[in-house]
């Protein structure tokens, strides 16, 4: 009975800061619909450019000038998962400015359901454009319903690993915000080298090791890995590097980051309130 009751309470809490999180991000319209409309703006230039690049090479690996729109689509909808990163040090910053960040902390709250409650807040706001972008994907190279399935079910692994290290950041937001644009300058580096836009036979060979060694380009490829194969099974034997990557870091970087949070937190306080 005590377990259950426990359960409804952790609920109660986590709809709680949906329920507050999308009351405040939707109060003003302008920003929600900007916030979906300039990454796409990102994404036409590749679009643009490596279209006029299959006119003097066919392929670049097993994308072709007729299937790299879904290279495309996929950087959008990765875009929005992995922008969850940013979720965290924006809150716990507005919250901070508020100043009601430390009330939030202090009270009889698990902060793990704060966690959980940002978490799905970004995934509601963001569930009208994925969608839309991921069914165009799904017009110009259509998959398997089992495929489909694996893909949401690692797009939300990604999100957990980008809500951790969401989790980091929002840390340093509040309590050692001058470090924070120095650890937002090494994220950039990485994204550099992710192929999140352009595929991994496009970069030079030597900028190519970079990208071998860049952990968030496992975590993309093995999205369009699963979109090209349309087989599971198959991306999984064929890429266990990935899949170790992907899962592991969906367990392991949620709580170090809380971890961290609590770390940081617990040391440092509030900083600039």
Request: hydrophobic residues 55%.
């Amino acid at each position: 009975m005590n377990y259950f009751i426990a359960i409804k309470d952790n609920l109660s809490q986590i709809f709680a800061v949906v329920e507050k999180d999308l009351k405040l991000h939707t109060r003003f319209k302008l920003p929600v619909i900007m916030s979906i409309i300039s990454p796409i703006l990102s994404f036409i230039l590749p679009l643009v450019i490596m279209g006029q690049i299959f006119t003097f090479n066919e392929n670049f690996g097993p994308w072709t000038a007729q299937n790299f729109a879904v290279y495309i689509l996929t950087a959008y909808q990765i875009n929005i998962v992995v922008k969850i990163r940013g979720r965290f040090p924006s809150q716990f910053a507005t919250e901070k400015v508020w100043k009601t960040l430390y009330a939030i902390i202090i009270a009889p709250f698990n902060r793990r359901n704060l966690v959980f409650g940002i978490y799905f807040t970004h995934m509601i706001i963001n569930a009208v454009p994925f969608t839309i972008f991921f069914i165009l994907s799904l017009i110009i190279l259509p998959i398997s319903i089992l495929s489909i399935i694996s893909l949401f079910i690692f797009y939300f692994f990604i999100a957990l690993i980008f809500s951790g290290i969401g989790l980091f950041l929002g840390a340093l937001a509040i309590s050692k915000p001058s470090l924070t644009p120095l650890v937002n300058l090494g994220i950039s580096i990485i994204y550099i080298f992710s192929c999140l836009s352009y595929p991994f036979e496009f970069f030079p060979e030597n900028f190519q090791a970079f990208v071998i060694f860049d952990p968030f380009y496992y975590l993309f490829d093995f999205i369009r890995v699963i979109w090209i194969y349309d087989d599971i099974f198959l991306s999984i034997v064929t890429h266990p590097f990935h899949v170790f990557l992907i899962v592991g870091g969906a367990v392991i970087l949620p709580l170090i980051g809380l971890w961290i949070f609590n770390f940081i937190f617990n040391k440092y306080g509030i900083i600039g309130y």
